[in-house]
């Protein structure tokens, strides 16, 4: 697995912006997907995850809940974050990562996914 986070940006209280996550690999479809995320000065953590394809399961942070949407589009082996209704809370660094289909059961835990994107950087301004 081989995952290339993109799309962040700088976006106005209020906007939209949509994040991939691609594997170059292949292999996305087999494996749990999360995002997460890191603030400055903040530790990580879980913003949402969908499960391997065939289950079609999601779970999201209470923060973000209402406002993000986590979906695989497995023709394209890319698992999208569309964020809404941005805030100044989100500004964060973003992170993709995966894991077998066992890490479901400890999708909030950061540290549980074994593969990593290199992060995207989501700023929110006033």
């Known amino acids: 697995v081989q995952l290339q986070a993109s799309g962040g940006g700088l976006v106005q209280t209020g906007g939209s912006l949509r994040l991939s996550c691609a594997d170059t690999g292949r292999t996305l479809i087999t494996y749990v997907v999360g995002w997460l995320r890191q603030a400055p000065g903040k530790e990580r953590e879980f913003v949402a995850a969908?499960?391997?394809?065939?289950?079609?399961?999601?779970d999201y942070a209470e923060a973000v809940k209402g406002r993000f949407i986590i979906f695989r589009d497995d023709a394209k082996n890319t698992v999208f974050l569309q964020m809404n209704t941005l805030k100044s809370e989100d500004t964060a660094v973003y992170y993709c990562?995966?894991?077998?289909?066992?890490?479901?059961?400890?999708?909030?835990?950061?540290?549980?996914?074994?593969?990593w994107g290199q992060g995207t950087l989501v700023t929110v301004s006033s």
């Open positions: 990562a995966a894991g077998p289909a066992g890490v479901w059961v400890v999708r909030r835990r950061w540290g549980e996914y074994a593969y």
């Open positions: 969908v499960s391997q394809d065939g289950n079609g399961f999601t």
